[in-house]
């Protein structure tokens, strides 16, 4: 059997079958079972399979697609590579808020090529884009849980308004590498459950101090009032400080709601969870970033570039509805929009914050922002080599580190 596949007589037989029809193929195959014995389903595979070099199969049967064009897909990825490659429903919704920017600086498309790329679906997207896409390894958890206060914050249990802005999930993210030891840099994300409006910051060692500040400033970011706190049960949350600032230094105090949510279950704080891959894990990766001088930059990074493009120009999906079909949920989630969108659409936010939110919408630019954003992680990379390469006593010497500061040797 072997000699017969390998013998020059069974290439030209295979020639004849690939270029042969149905009926005359099914004859083929009948009489190569009967001379040598194997199974007719073996042999379908012998006839399809091809050698390196050879040309492709016969093109798909029925007519072309019509957005399977060269402009069409150029358009794509330009505008796949902007959206740092955003997944086909979302970047259905942001190609009318990023097209008029890439036409900006790419040239105008063709009015054809241009209402095709309006009119494209996820699906299609799917399929023209799909080589495109790369995966990363699992990440490390850095949660350490607090339990000394755990009984002074309760757990949430659907007490919250999630139609009206204000109510906002919190975690944070370690830049540690593939090492928890020592000292490094932590993302403390924050997103609201009705809008999806995130702001994230940087803490050092996620000390209790340091996370107060950065919700404090994050409060004073959010174009609505901050209504809720809901958080995980790690110590850089669960502590005197956060507590007596939410229960007695807190404007809103009286009606402020502080909940945490239950042990070892992530789905409880999904809102926010999600986004920690989508946030700070595209921007920073998983380097280890155990440098006290990274924090002023990163910090830099999340309040200017990365919160105007996130929040005014990447479309977010978001539930509609569950219905029982059988014996299992189907989810319905709405058409995507930017929490932009949303702020503006929800009659919670005054009028004059949405004017002044739409005066900033205006002004901007998407490929701007993406280049200032890819300019400053360029200094952030830089500054991240310059220190490694810095010795270990100079570090531990520097005068905008914190008293604990430690560098943790690899």
């Known amino acids: 059997m072997k000699q017969i596949i390998e013998g020059d007589c069974f290439e030209r037989f295979r020639d004849r079958y690939l270029r042969a029809g149905r009926r005359q193929r099914s004859e083929m195959l009948t009489h190569f079972c009967e001379l040598t014995g194997c199974h007719r389903k073996h042999a379908t595979r012998l006839f399809g399979r091809r050698e390196a070099g050879r040309p492709p199969n016969p093109k798909k049967r029925g007519p072309k697609s019509r957005y399977d064009f060269p402009e069409v897909i150029r358009g794509l990825k330009l505008l796949y590579k902007a959206t740092d490659q955003m997944c086909s429903v979302l970047l259905k919704g942001a190609i009318p808020h990023w097209l008029p920017a890439i036409e900006a600086k790419h040239g105008d498309f063709e009015p054809e090529v241009r209402e095709k790329l309006l009119k494209i679906s996820p699906r299609t997207i799917e399929r023209l884009l ?47 590498g593939q090492s928890m030891r020592g000292q490094f840099v932590w993302s403390l994300t924050m997103t609201d459950i009705a809008t999806h409006w995130t702001e994230i910051r940087a803490v050092w060692h996620k000390a209790a101090q340091g996370v107060v500040s950065a919700v404090q400033e994050i409060e004073q970011a959010i174009p609505f009032d901050l209504l809720g706190f809901d958080c995980d049960n ?177």
């Not at 949430?156 to 999630?162: A, L, S, V």
């Not at 999340?302 to 977010?316: A, D, I, K, Q, V």
């Not at 830089?382 to 500061?405: G, H, K, T, V």
Request: hydrophobic content about 30%; overall charge positive.
């Open 130 to 176: 799909c080589q495109h896409k790369i995966k990363f390894p699992k990440p490390k958890c850095g949660t350490k849980p607090g339990t000394i206060l755990r009984t002074e914050v309760p757990i949430r249990q659907g007490i919250w308004d999630e139609h009206r802005p204000g109510f906002m999930e919190s975690d944070t993210v370690a830049h540690s």
């Open 234 to 410: 790690g110590g850089e949350f669960i502590n005197n400080y956060l507590i007596r600032y939410f229960t007695e230094d807190h404007p809103r105090k009286n009606i402020f709601q502080f909940t945490r949510s239950r042990e070892y279950e992530k789905n409880d704080n999904a809102h926010v969870e999600q986004r920690n891959w989508s946030h700070p894990r595209q921007l920073f990766f998983r380097e280890r970033l155990d440098f006290y001088d990274l924090t002023e930059l990163m910090n830099d990074i999340y309040r200017n570039e990365f919160s105007l493009l996130r929040n005014h120009f990447y479309p977010t999906l978001k539930l509609d509805r569950k219905m029982m079909v059988l014996s299992r949920y189907r989810r319905i989630y709405g058409d995507p929009l930017t929490p932009y969108d949303r702020v503006l659409a929800s009659p919670e936010v005054s009028q004059e914050r949405k004017e002044k939110l739409a005066a900033i919408h205006t002004a901007l630019d998407p490929l701007q922002l993406k280049e200032g954003l890819d300019a400053k992680l360029r200094r952030f990379w830089s500054l991240l080599n310059r220190l490694r390469r810095q010795p270990i006593s100079n570090m531990q010497d520097s005068p905008e580190a914190p008293p604990n500061f430690s560098r943790t040797l690899r």
